[in-house]
Every structure is written in structure tokens, then in C-alpha cells.
């Protein structure tokens, strides 16, 4: 395997570490994966700080504001980017290709409302990658849509008060130019 | 952390409470990063979706992500509130002023906006960032002020037998992914004269890369003659002063592909009333490569003298 360079810690890269989330789901990761949720890291370091011994991963780590379903689809995708990182090493080209590739087909099987839960869950662990990616699919699943789709998209209505939401279609007529159908 | 901040506190006035309601769950700034990552004209439009959500789809979050570094002074400045800054209190207003008031950079050589609904940068190339062979023989070109122009000063074309101009923009500062088209900005004086019917030669491309060549005419009302005759160019080749090298009788720069196939190309007026040419497109691909694009305007085979041709610029922006 290759050298892991976000890894904190010198020790083998073979180190599980647990996660416990919100609705008492028990995950076993390896370090590798754990170490990108940048929140774990913290708690790790911390410990690490704190009590010179650890290191034998005997640790559990609560996450009390993630769910199991978003955390399992997380760990897969941490899981894939480690991957695909690793087998291209030394080609960056390569390495995006894969990555974009991985990342589409990701999204077909992932619903619009898993898409807020996954945002969440990158959000609290501070999973840059991920919390990105996710971004970046709910911005171009509304991008060049209706106020109507985002709407329903994001379960909101408008609370406008009469008159207020045709002023601003008015003021910014130009931002409805050539947007998509529903 | 981090997890308080809905936008939204209007849950009591939705009856049934929703199953999903992203809004309420999403964190302020995780809605800033997605808008952020849309459109100026998505960031404008869904500013619709509720009151809560404009108050995110307008905020500096989002905008700083749309306005150049280059115009942060513009935002500073105004917050001193000194009488004589702009009254621009948002990165959205510096962002709406930038897509109408181009920025001039590089000691005014150089000017940037913003096109509104993309947020892409466009840049003017001023004549003092242009390489203009015979610029500073004074019988040739000289330098000069006009109202309604972005630049201090603008060239204009006196007279020469040989009219080359080049400009050069690195690709790192072009927005990513992206059709560029650049442009000749000028415009022709009363007395101009030695374009009609004269066939330019234009250039775009990265320099040691592959270089796409076309024949245009600078021609201002050539675009309107061209309806009454069929073949101008032949004619123009017949007129021509015998000064020419003796031999190359035949017609010069051969018409490229382009021009059989969509018809010669002639200047267009703009909405500020100069003349545009286009000189040829550009695909930048990545915003980190560096390279460097070259754009050129060359009239050096007729060996004619023309003139009276002012030259604001080439402008480089979005393709449609």
C-alpha cells in the first residue's frame, strides 16, 4: 500500500477505529478512512495529546450528530477516493478522470434528499472531499432550473409577501433568461 | 458545531411539518457553498425561492465567490463611506457594477468585467498592451483621446503599407472551461480609406501551439455592399494600385474554409457604437495552466497604403 501522507500518525496503516453514531450503529474503519473525516482527526489528536499510550485503537468514537445510513455511504466513498488516489500516485490526470468517473455513476444511485443528509454528515466530520462533491451535485441539480423546481427541490415555499416576489422577477428579469423547463 | 443554523424559523408556519425540508436542516453556509457554486444569474434567480433563502443567495458568502481579487479595493473603499467611493455596500452590487463598468488593471492597460449571467471574465486589450509595428513613427500612427472609450488613450492608424498588431493574454487569468472568441474593437474615420475590399489576416492561438488563421475585411459597409455584389474582391483586386509587387497578380491570401462556407467576414457594430471583428475562438480548458494566447491582425501581403482606422482594443470574452 502506499505511503499514506494524511495520516497523522507513523503507526501501520492496518489501525481500525470505531465510530459509534446518533442511532448507536458501530462502524470499524480503517485509520486511512477515519483520518479524512477531519472532526475524527481532531478527537484523535486530542487523545493522542492527552494519553501518550494510545494508539492501539481501542477508542470509540461517538458521533452524535451523524446517522448510520449517510456514515456507510460515506465510508464507501472515502473508501473509493483512497483507492483511486492510490492506484494513480504519480498521474493527477489519471487520478481526476477516475475520480469524475467514480463520482458520476456515485450519484445515480443517491436520491435528492440523501444528498442533504450526505451534506450534513461531510459537514460535521469536516470531509472536505465529500462535502464538495455533494455541493457541487446539489448546485448543478438546480443550476439553470426554475424558482418553482428549486423550491420543490428544497421543500420550501415561498413566503414572499403579495406583490414582493413579481418586483423581484421584475428587478432581476435577467437572471430568468433561457431557464430549463421543469 | 456548526449545526444550528437553519435558515429558516418560519417552522410553525408550515402546517404539516415536511419530511424533508433541506433548508431547514442545511447550515447556512453549506447553502452559501452550493449557490456558490451555480451562477451569478442561479445565485439572482433563486434569491425567489423565500425570504430566508435571499437573505443567503444575497449574501457577501456567495458573491465574493462571483467578483475578480482584483476589485476588492473597489468593496473596501466603499465601506470608509468617503464621499467620493461608489455606493456599493455588497459583493453582489460590486459584482453588477463590474459586469457594466470595466475594471482597468495592469496600469490601465488592461480592463476586466464580468459577463452577468456567467460571471466569466471578459478583458480589453488597450493599444499600449498591443504590439503595433510603426506605432511610434508619428506619420504612421499616433496617439489619441475619444469620449466613450475605456482607455485614456487609443491609436489611430494615420497611414501605413504594412499594419500588423499583436496582442498576448496569459490563459491563467481566463475563466476555466471556456469558449473565448476575440475581438478587433475599432473604429474608421471619415477619411478611411485602403480597407475596401482589402482581405485581413487573423490569428488566434497559444503561442508554440496550433494557430487558427482567417481572412476578414475591416471594411466597415463592406457587410452592406456585399448584397448588391456578388464578388467585391474581385473587383478590388483589378483596382488595385500598380505598386503592387509585380507577380502576385493572383488574389492574395487565398479564402479559407470558413469564408466559402459562411461568407466573408465583415465588422459588426457594438452597443458603445465602435466596429468589432472577430479575430477566432479559444477553448480554455483548465484556469491553471499557463499559457499564453495570441491574437493578430496582419495586412502585410497587399502592400497598399491604408488608413484611418482607431483602434481601441482587442477584446477577449465568452462566446455566446
Excluded at chain 1, 472532526?39 to 494510545?54: A, G, H, I, L, M
Excluded at chain 1, 469524475?100 to 436520491?111: C, D, S, T
Excluded at chain 1, 459537514?123 to 451535485?137: H, I, M, T
Excluded at chain 2, 471619415?190 to 489576416?201: A, D, L, M
Aim: hydrophobic share 35%; glycine share 6%.
Amino acid at each position: 500500500m502506499s505511503n499514506q501522507s494524511e495520516s497523522p500518525n507513523p503507526t501501520s496503516s492496518s489501525n481500525k477505529i470505531t465510530l459509534k453514531t446518533s442511532d448507536n450503529e458501530v462502524f470499524e474503519v480503517e485509520e486511512a478512512v477515519a483520518m479524512k473525516f477531519c472532526t475524527v482527526k481532531q478527537y484523535f489528536d486530542d487523545e493522542n495529546n492527552n494519553n501518550v499510550t494510545s494508539g492501539t485503537s481501542t477508542t470509540l468514537i461517538p458521533l452524535p450528530n451523524v446517522e448510520s445510513h449517510p456514515l456507510a455511504i460515506l465510508i464507501t466513498y472515502c473508501k473509493k477516493h483512497l483507492e483511486i488516489k492510490a492506484n494513480n500516485a504519480d498521474n493527477k490526470k489519471e487520478m481526476e478522470i477516475d475520480m469524475e468517473h467514480y463520482e458520476r455513476e456515485f450519484l445515480k444511485n443517491v436520491m435528492p434528499q440523501e444528498l442533504t443528509e450526505l451534506i450534513l454528515a461531510a459537514n460535521y466530520l469536516n470531509f472536505k472531499e465529500a462535502l464538495d462533491f455533494f455541493c457541487r451535485a446539489v448546485a448543478s441539480a438546480i443550476q439553470n432550473k426554475s424558482v418553482e423546481y428549486v423550491r420543490k427541490f428544497f421543500g420550501l415555499e415561498s413566503d414572499f409577501k403579495p406583490g414582493e416576489e413579481e418586483k423581484l422577477r421584475e428587478e432581476f428579469a435577467w437572471s430568468f433568461e433561457g431557464v430549463d423547463e421543469d | 458545531m456548526d449545526m444550528d443554523p437553519t435558515v429558516s424559523t418560519r417552522r410553525e408556519e408550515s402546517d404539516e411539518a415536511k419530511a424533508v425540508n433541506m433548508l431547514k436542516v442545511l447550515p447556512v453556509d453549506c447553502i452559501a457553498k452550493v449557490l456558490s457554486l451555480t451562477t451569478p444569474a442561479d445565485a439572482c434567480r433563486t434569491s425567489l425561492v423565500s425570504t430566508s433563502f435571499k437573505s443567503v443567495a444575497e449574501s457577501n458568502a456567495v458573491w465574493d465567490c462571483f467578483v475578480p481579487p482584483e476589485s476588492d479595493y473597489l468593496f473596501s473603499n466603499s465601506s470608509s463611506s468617503s464621499p467620493s467611493s461608489l455606493p456599493i455596500s455588497s459583493k453582489k452590487e460590486l459584482f453588477l457594477h463590474l459586469c457594466h463598468h470595466p475594471l482597468l488593471i495592469h496600469d490601465g492597460k488592461l480592463s476586466l468585467s464580468l459577463e452577468k449571467k456567467s460571471g466569466k471574465k471578459c478583458y480589453m486589450l488597450s493599444p499600449k498592451d498591443l504590439i503595433i509595428v510603426w506605432i511610434d513613427t508619428p506619420a504612421y500612427w499616433r496617439w489619441t483621446s475619444l469620449p466613450h472609450t475605456r482607455f485614456p488613450e487609443v491609436a489611430e492608424l494615420i497611414k501605413v503599407c504594412w499594419l500588423e498588431i499583436r496582442g498576448r493574454i496569459n490563459t491563467c487569468i481566463l475563466s476555466p472551461a471556456t469558449l473565448y472568441a476575440a475581438y478587433l474593437v475599432f473604429k474608421t474615420t471619415t477619411g478611411s480609406y485602403g480597407f475596401e475590399s482589402q482581405p485581413i489576416e487573423v490569428e488566434v492561438g497559444l503561442v508554440g501551439g496550433e494557430i487558427h488563421k482567417q481572412t476578414v475585411y475591416l471594411d466597415a459597409y463592406g457587410g452592406r455592399r456585399l448584397r448588391y455584389q456578388i464578388v467585391p474582391r474581385r473587383i478590388g483586386v483589378f483596382n488595385r494600385p500598380l505598386r503592387r509587387i509585380p507577380g502576385l497578380q493572383a488574389p492574395q491570401p487565398q479564402p479559407k474554409e470558413n469564408e466559402e462556407l459562411n461568407g466573408p467576414k465583415y465588422p459588426k457594430e457594438r452597443v458603445d457604437g465602435w466596429l468589432e471583428i472577430e479575430l477566432g475562438e479559444f477553448f480554455n480548458r483548465s484556469g491553471k495552466d499557463n499559457g499564453e494566447l495570441e491574437m493578430s491582425v496582419l495586412e502585410v501581403n497587399g502592400g497598399n497604403w491604408k488608413g484611418g482606422l482607431i483602434v481601441q482594443g482587442i477584446e477577449i470574452r465568452p462566446k455566446p
